[in-house]
């Protein structure tokens, strides 16, 4: 991805007016392919501002983190349907292609198209093999992908569809949990015993994999689901977006490796954790 310019003071200047509105001034010819991690609605709004500032000069977003991806549908009623949003709104910078990582859903695919612009989804493959690597110790350790929930079950299937080899096929293992629409509370996290082995192989490596952690709660919920379904095994984590806004000493607790990419500047550091930059990848 070294093709890619990131989005940074070097580009624009951003400053917040005294009644809170963002301000954005250019700095200099822009990038063909820009590079813009974004974080929060105050980062969102800057780059539409930069691309309306320097417009037609940027032809490719790359948004490694999408926001709004995970409100893919109208959950409960008054709900938005914020990717749709979202869309909208990049549409209207006047740049017609972006690409992504690893995003939540289809959804968001379906939703640039409607607006008439393309969203490239680039999948996990590369930067989850790495981790895989990290991990095993050795080619021949059995490996186990859990999906921590039925709406992960395709991603997390064709993960391990793109990484098993005759050498090292990689299994597949269930979980399921309830989540309130209304209030997003957490419960019923349990293995799905149709579609999941009944043991695991001492000395397999389990690794739960998903596309975003945020504060945890899923992931400490299916540990507890694992270990009661398999006894006291060791388990590691992968999420491609690592954001961890309730940091990562109760994860290290319950996971032996932790792993995501760089896409997601959250800051954090830990002994368990290894972030994988984006730019080991070509896009």
Same mark, same amino acid.
């Given at each position: ?8 003071? $070097?580009?624009?200047?951003? %400053? ?14 822009? +990038?063909? /392919?820009?590079? $813009? ?14 691309? @309306? ?6 032809? *490719? ?5 999408? +926001? ?11 709900? +938005? ?7 909208? !709104?990049? #549409? ?16 968001? *695919?379906? $939703? ?20 895989? *690597? ?9 490996? %186990?992908?859990?999906?921590?929930? /039925?709406?992960? &079950? ?5 993960? $391990? ?18 989540? @309130? +629409? ?27 994999? @998903? ?14 689901? !694992? ?32 792993? #995501?990419? @760089?896409?997601? &500047? ?18």
């Amino acid at each position: 991805m070294n093709e890619y310019v990131e989005f940074d003071p $070097a580009l624009c200047n951003v %400053w917040r007016y005294p009644g809170g509105e963002v301000g954005v001034r250019a700095v200099g010819a822009a +990038p063909r /392919k820009l590079l $813009a991690r974004i974080h929060s609605s105050d980062e969102l709004l800057a780059l539409i501002h930069y691309l @309306d500032a320097v417009q037609g000069q940027v032809e *490719e977003v790359l948004i490694p983190y999408l +926001p709004y991806a995970r409100q893919d549908r109208v959950a409960a009623p008054g709900d +938005p349907l914020a990717i749709a949003v979202l869309a909208r !709104l990049l #549409c209207s910078s006047g740049v017609r292609t972006f690409t992504s990582v690893d995003v939540h859903s289809p959804a968001a *695919e379906r $939703a640039f198209s409607a607006v008439g612009t393309s969203l490239r989804n680039l999948p996990a493959a590369p930067w989850l093999q790495r981790f895989i *690597e990290h991990c095993q110790r050795s080619p021949q350790q059995q490996v %186990w992908f859990v999906a921590p929930d /039925k709406g992960a &079950r395709t991603r997390t299937r064709a993960l $391990a569809e793109a990484l098993s080899s005759a050498q090292r096929p990689i299994g597949l293992i269930h979980g399921e949990k309830v989540r @309130d +629409p209304n209030t997003g509370a957490l419960a019923g996290f349990r293995i799905d015993p149709q579609t999941s082995p009944l043991q695991l192989e001492r000395d397999a490596l389990v690794v739960v994999v @998903d596309d975003i952690c945020d504060g945890g709660g899923t992931f400490l919920g299916l540990a507890a689901a !694992l270990r009661e379904s398999y006894g006291e095994h060791a388990l590691n984590l992968w999420t491609t977006h690592g954001i961890y806004s309730k940091g990562l000493d109760e994860l290290a607790k319950h996971y032996e490796r932790l792993g #995501c990419t @760089d896409s997601f &500047r959250a800051g954090r550091s830990h002994e368990r954790l290894s972030v994988l930059p984006l730019n080991l990848v070509s896009a």
